[in-house]
């Protein structure tokens, strides 16, 4: 009996410890001192899905090609979530993303009348974007405001 309850201790306590972050990375913890490591396009991707780690750390390890995500297709980190409204209604990104020198290219995007359109929507204090570079972006998000490549409005 002891040792089933230690079984179940342990159980939880792994559970507990994979859902302290929303994201699946390719490694890190989302800390300063271990970011989340974004290897792959589906890394960058699924930041956009999880509000929860806009806060954290991240660094990219790899140059990365979105050529696989068109028109609506790729998540924007912290966009706006009531387009409805004048001002920016949603969650945004405040963490830290370190380009680590690489390169995001083929960032394609195409809406009508959406606001906050980028790789990141709306980057407020203290967020950072720093050492990341982009090729071949096309942005077209019709009449939509705060538009841009890499930060639609910080």
Known sequence: MRRSKSLLVLAVAVLLGASASGGTYSGGDGSA???Y????AADLNEIGTNS??????????NDIDLS?????AF??????????????????????????????SN?????????????????????????LGMVDVNVDAGTGYYVGGLVGLN
């Open 107 to 131: 960032f394609t995007y195409t809406s009508t009348g959406t606001d906050y359109i980028a790789l990141f929507g709306y980057v407020a204090s203290p967020g950072e974007i720093k050492n």
């Open 68 to 72: 696989a995500y068109t028109g609506t």
């Open 75 to 104: 998540n924007i980190i912290a966009p706006d979530t009531d387009n409805e409204q004048p001002l920016f209604q949603g969650t945004p990104f405040t963490g830290t993303f370190d380009g680590n020198g690489h390169i995001v």
């Open 33 to 35: 001192e271990n970011p």
């Open 52 to 61: 929860e780690d806009w806060g954290s750390y991240f660094i990219l390890t």
């Open 37 to 40: 490591w974004i290897s792959t």
